[in-house]
């Protein structure tokens, strides 16, 4: 199952797992988008693939897509992908929509995950996929419950990872930086000041979470050897970046909020 998977992130795992012979069940608020990639993937690579049409920032559907997964006999993955940003303060940016982004980025990764883990652990077998962000570890002013619950996201694989040693259910917390998705495009201005180095393409993002997962590598994955640097700094060396930060900041205060 791969949620957020009619577009970036999510449509490359779901092609990606496809062309590998995986059936795979997508699921997305877009119906018609998410109906003609799973006509694709059925025509390019003669596989199952189902929609499940859901709003995961909404209880119901939340608790419609768990039911699913304890009903999936079959499942080997979970690739938690939905999610989505916001611009503006706390105390400007639109109250609903940070709502929104909780109950998606930390309630729904958390239901969705106890779903799928009896049946995983019963077969002792399967792979949880998070996608978090590199964001997680920069505290950024105007992106406040982003970065917060990205943080979230892979703290709960870090510690999920230890709750399962020796189970056969292996947890990854992909934590890319800036990628070539819709996501930004849909802030607006969301590239504005971003350089084009900074950029890694989707695909890329996802053949390293898979090559990771499959040699059953470390918990946290950053694609990139840029990204690894960035995260070590913002570890070890914060104060290298703060000049970066706050001019970063300027640019995105300056942006309507949702």
């Known amino acids: 199952m791969i949620t957020g998977a009619s577009s970036g992130i999510g449509r490359v795992f779901a092609h990606r797992l496809a062309a590998s012979g ?31 049409i859901a709003d995961l920032s909404d209880d119901a559907d939340i ?9 999936e006999s079959r499942l080997t993955m979970l690739v938690s992908n939905a999610g989505f940003g916001t611009r503006g ?8 929509g940070q709502s929104r982004m909780l109950r998606l980025h ?4 958390h239901e969705l995950v106890h779903a799928a883990l009896p049946g995983m652990l019963t077969r002792r077998n399967g792979t949880i996929i998070v996608v978090a962000s590199v964001a997680s570890w920069s505290p950024t002013a105007g992106n406040v ?18 709750e399962l040693e020796e189970t056969g259910v292996q947890v990854q917390a992909l934590c890319p930086g800036f990628t070539y998705t819709e996501f930004h495009d849909r802030l607006g201005n969301g590239r504005k000041g ?18 990771q997962a499959r040699a059953r590598g470390p918990v946290v994955c950053v694609p990139g050897k840029r990204f690894k640097l960035i995260v070590f700094l913002l570890k070890y060396a914060p104060w290298m970046l703060g000049s970066l930060r706050q001019r970063y900041r300027r640019d995105r205060l300056k942006v309507t909020p949702e």
């Open 22 to 52: 995986h059936d795979v069940l997508l699921v997305a608020r877009d119906a018609a988008r998410l109906d003609a990639e799973c006509a694709a993937l059925r025509a390019a690579h003669g596989v199952e693939a189902t929609a499940l």
């Open 63 to 71: 608790a419609r897509v768990a039911d699913r997964l304890r009903s």
């Open 89 to 96: 303060t706390i105390e400007t940016a639109d109250p609903a």
């Open 106 to 109: 930390v309630q729904a990764t």
């Open 145 to 162: 419950n982003y970065n917060a619950t990205k943080a979230y996201q892979r703290m709960y694989c870090e510690a999920l990872a230890h």
């Open 194 to 211: 971003i350089p084009g180095w900074a950029w890694l393409p989707a695909d890329r993002v996802v053949d390293e979470s898979l090559a």
